[in-house]
C-alpha cells in the first residue's frame, strides 16, 4: 500500500456531530499535514504537526499524531454543512526528499 | 492573505498540442511544486523546483514535461504532446521554506485534453 492512508474513504454525518478521520503511513516523517479540498477546488492547508508534537488544536480540528504506530487523526469537533469536504493527510518523509506524498483522501458530507 | 494565482482555471486542448500552466507564486515563497490530480483519485507529486532548478521529479514528469520560473515571479508547467492521460487537474503550490508551515496551494487548472 501507499504512503498516506486515509481511512474511511467516506463518511456522511450528521450537522453537529464529530468527525473522525484517520490517516496511516510507512515511513518515517519529520511532519504530517491535513488538507481539505472542496469539490473541484484547490487545496487548503489545515494543519501541520511534527513528528516530535503528539497532538495540535486549531479552532474545532484536533490532530493527534502517533508516530509509533505511523498514524494520524483528525477530528472536526460540531460538524457544520460547510465542513463538506475531502480531506487528505501530506506526509513530508525523513528519507531527503523535497515533497510532500499526499494519501488518498476522505469524503466527508455533514447533513444539514 | 497571499494567494497562489493559476491561470487559466480551465484549458481544453487537443491530443498532441502543447500547452503552458501558468502559476504566480507567493512573493516571498522559495519553494515551489506542480502536484496533479485525476479527477476523483489522489493528489499526486510531479515536480519541485528550488533555487532555479529541478529540487526532485517524479516518474509522471517525463520528457514530455518542463518547468520554467523565467521572470522571477511567474512559475510555469508545459506539457510539450499532450495526451488523453494528461487530462487532470493541475495544482501550483509555494512554500517559504521547505516543510515550515505546508504549501499554499493554487486553486489548480482542469486540462482536458480530446
Known amino acids: 500500500s501507499q504512503q498516506g492512508e486515509e481511512d474511511p474513504q467516506a463518511l456522511s454525518i450528521q450537522e453537529g456531530e464529530n468527525a473522525t478521520m484517520n490517516c496511516s503511513y510507512k515511513?518515517?516523517?519529520?511532519?504530517l499535514q491535513w488538507y481539505r479540498q472542496n469539490s473541484g477546488r484547490g487545496l487548503v492547508h489545515l494543519i501541520l504537526i511534527r513528528s516530535n508534537e503528539r497532538e495540535k488544536h486549531s479552532g474545532r480540528l484536533r490532530v493527534t499524531l502517533d508516530t509509533s504506530k505511523k498514524s494520524s487523526s483528525l477530528l472536526i469537533t460540531a460538524s457544520r454543512a460547510a465542513d463538506t469536504a475531502s480531506y487528505f493527510c501530506?506526509?513530508?518523509?525523513?528519507?531527503?526528499?523535497?515533497?510532500?506524498?499526499f494519501g488518498t483522501g476522505t469524503r466527508l458530507k455533514v447533513l444539514a | 492573505e497571499p494567494e497562489v494565482t493559476q491561470t487559466p482555471s480551465h484549458q481544453v486542448t487537443q491530443m498532441g498540442q502543447e500547452v503552458i500552466l501558468r502559476c504566480v507564486p507567493i512573493s516571498n515563497h522559495l519553494y515551489f511544486y506542480w502536484y496533479r490530480q485525476i479527477l476523483g483519485q489522489k493528489v499526486e507529486f510531479l515536480v519541485s523546483?528550488?533555487?532555479?532548478?529541478?529540487?526532485?521529479k517524479s516518474e509522471i514528469f517525463d520528457d514530455q514535461f518542463s518547468v520554467e520560473r523565467p521572470d522571477g515571479s511567474n512559475f510555469t508547467l508545459k506539457i510539450r504532446s499532450t495526451k488523453l492521460e494528461d487530462s487532470a487537474m493541475y495544482f501550483c503550490a509555494s512554500e517559504e521554506e521547505f516543510a515550515s508551515y505546508g504549501y499554499t496551494f493554487g486553486s489548480g487548472t482542469r486540462l482536458t485534453v480530446v
Open positions: 501530506a506526509t513530508d518523509p525523513t528519507s531527503g526528499t523535497y515533497k510532500y506524498i
Open positions: 523546483f528550488y533555487n532555479n532548478e529541478i529540487s526532485e
Open positions: 515511513t518515517s516523517i519529520n511532519n
